[in-house]
C-alpha cells in the first residue's frame, strides 16, 4: 500500500476564493461537498492507497475529519514545498508516496489505481504525468492547461505525482527553483543544458531527453508517466474551471 499526501493549504486571496466565501479554494463546494472531500473519496476507495496524509488549515480540516480517523492532518507551514515536506515527514521517507493537490475534483479511484500501475515497479524516485492535449480537450475542451510541444507532440502535466520523500527532503532547496517554473517552459529550459534549448527549439526535443538530464540535474530518477488520466489534469484555478467542473459532476 502506498501513503497519500494531499497539499490542500490555503494561498493569497483570489478571485475565484472570494467568489465562493472561502479563503482556501480547496473547500469550495460543489453539490455542497469541499472539493478537498471528493479527492480523499477517491483516495479511500482505491485499493492501492493506506493512510492518506492531508496538509492544510488545521481548524478546517478537524471539521471536515469529524470522526477523526479518515485522514491524519499535518498544519500548514507556508509554502508548497514546506507544506510537501511536512507531510512526507509523518511517512516511511525510503518509500514512494503519491502526492495529490487538494484542486482536482474530478479524481476517482480509478484514475489513481491507473496512474500507480503505470509506475510499477516504483524502482524511480519521481514519477510525474504526461498527458497529450488532444486527450485532454477531446475530454473536457473547456480547460485551459499550459502545454509544451515536444517531439511527440503537444503535452501538460498532471496534478499528483509519485515521490520518494527521503530524496525530496535531501533535495527541497533544489526543487524550488524548478517548481517557480513550472508554467513557464522557456524560463525552465534556461535552466537546463542548451542542447535541449536548442532541441526545443527545433521541435526534437522528447520526453527521453527531459527525463534524462532533470535526473541529472536533481540527483534523481526520473520517470515520465504517459497517461490518458486527464482527471488529474482538471484543476479548479479560476472561476472558468469551476463552472466547468459543476456541469462535469452533475
Known amino acids: 500500500m502506498i501513503d497519500a499526501v494531499v497539499l490542500a493549504g490555503g494561498g493569497k486571496p483570489e478571485p475565484l476564493t472570494e467568489q465562493e466565501g472561502v479563503s482556501n479554494k480547496a473547500f469550495i463546494k460543489i453539490n455542497n461537498k469541499p472539493i478537498l472531500s471528493y479527492i480523499i473519496d477517491a483516495l479511500q476507495q482505491s485499493s492501492s492507497i493506506g493512510r492518506i496524509i492531508v496538509v492544510g488549515p488545521q481548524k478546517e480540516l478537524e471539521d471536515l475529519n469529524q470522526d477523526g480517523n479518515i485522514?491524519?492532518?499535518?498544519?500548514?507551514?507556508?509554502?508548497?514545498?514546506?507544506n510537501l515536506?511536512?507531510?512526507?515527514?509523518?511517512?516511511?521517507?525510503?518509500?514512494?508516496?503519491?502526492?495529490?493537490t487538494g484542486d482536482i475534483p474530478l479524481i476517482n479511484d480509478e484514475v489513481i489505481d491507473q496512474f500507480l500501475g503505470l509506475c510499477a515497479p516504483l524502482e524511480h524516485d519521481l514519477y510525474y504525468p504526461v498527458l497529450?492535449?488532444?486527450?485532454?480537450?477531446?475530454?473536457f475542451p473547456e480547460t485551459e492547461r499550459t502545454y509544451v510541444r515536444l517531439k511527440e507532440g503537444y503535452v501538460t502535466g498532471?496534478?499528483?505525482?509519485?515521490?520518494?520523500?527521503?530524496?525530496?527532503?535531501?533535495?527541497?532547496?533544489?526543487?524550488?527553483?524548478?517548481?517557480?517554473?513550472?508554467?513557464?517552459?522557456l524560463k525552465l529550459l534556461r535552466i537546463l543544458p542548451i542542447s535541449l534549448a536548442f532541441k526545443y527549439l527545433l521541435k526534437t526535443l522528447s520526453i527521453k531527453?527531459?527525463?534524462?538530464h532533470l535526473s541529472q540535474l536533481l540527483f534523481?530518477?526520473?520517470k515520465a508517466v504517459i497517461c490518458d488520466c486527464v482527471e488529474i489534469a482538471v484543476d479548479v484555478d479560476k472561476i472558468s474551471d469551476l463552472e466547468m467542473v459543476k456541469k462535469a459532476v452533475m
Open 71 to 82: 485522514f491524519e492532518i499535518v498544519a500548514e507551514r507556508g509554502s508548497m514545498l514546506d
Open 85 to 100: 515536506a511536512a507531510g512526507f515527514e509523518l511517512t516511511i521517507t525510503e518509500k514512494p508516496c503519491l502526492v495529490v
Open 132 to 139: 497529450t492535449r488532444e486527450a485532454c480537450l477531446e475530454h
Open 158 to 185: 498532471g496534478n499528483i505525482g509519485l515521490v520518494r520523500p527521503d530524496w525530496f527532503l535531501d533535495n527541497k532547496d533544489r526543487l524550488e527553483m524548478f517548481i517557480s517554473y513550472r508554467k513557464k517552459p
Open 209 to 212: 531527453d527531459l527525463e534524462y
Open 220 to 222: 534523481l530518477k526520473a
